[in-house]
């Protein structure tokens, strides 16, 4: 994420949802402050490319808290929860220390790692292929704009990442990586 996005708390605010993945649409749609947030409907989650329906309803209901109780509630409530991480981080220290064996962290840690039961890991080949047809039957080109630049640069293929994830019940940073490799692949047969 870009370094703009540091610290920002529309980001913090997303990141307390679960939701940091859409922080870098927010900022670029222009949503960089809670007060502008709190404007955001339906029409602005497909333009941010929020098409998951619980990561929609999530935000809806946290944007409707945020009309009621004001941007003040979400600063005390990220601060509480920044406050208690810290409390965590030095218990796991403490623990660390008294540990005889290291453990390493995951390197990721997000549903998929975490073994959740409704993600499956589909194999390579079979996703690409899955993929390939779903952009045809959509009627999806990678090489157009928004998900290519007219330098052939990679576009916004974050949105339509999420959602095929959600479709397939896969990994969202395998059909990510999946995508941009066949955008580039239609973009080189241009």
Known sequence: ???STTGNIVV?????LHLGQYAESFIDNGYDDLEICKQVGEPDLDAIG???PAHRQRL???????????AAAV?????????????????????????????EPAKYADEYEEGKAELVKI?????????RERLAQDGIRLSLQPYSTTDGDRGYLEGLASRYAD????????????????????????
């Open 75 to 103: 600063y005390f409530t990220l601060e509480e929860a920044a406050a208690a991480r810290d409390t965590c981080r030095c218990d796991e220290e403490v623990r660390k220390e008294q540990a005889t064996a290291v453990i």
């Open 60 to 70: 809806l209901h946290s944007i409707r808290s945020l009309r009621e109780e004001g």
């Open 12 to 16: 913090e605010w997303l990141k307390s």
């Open 123 to 131: 194999p390579r080949m079979q996703l690409k292929r899955l993929l």
């Open 167 to 190: 479709l397939f019940s896969t990994h969202y940073g395998d059909v990510l990586d999946h995508l941009e490799e066949l955008r580039r692949h239609e973009w080189d047969e241009m």
């Open 1 to 3: 994420m870009a370094s």
């Open 50 to 52: 929020v098409l998951n």
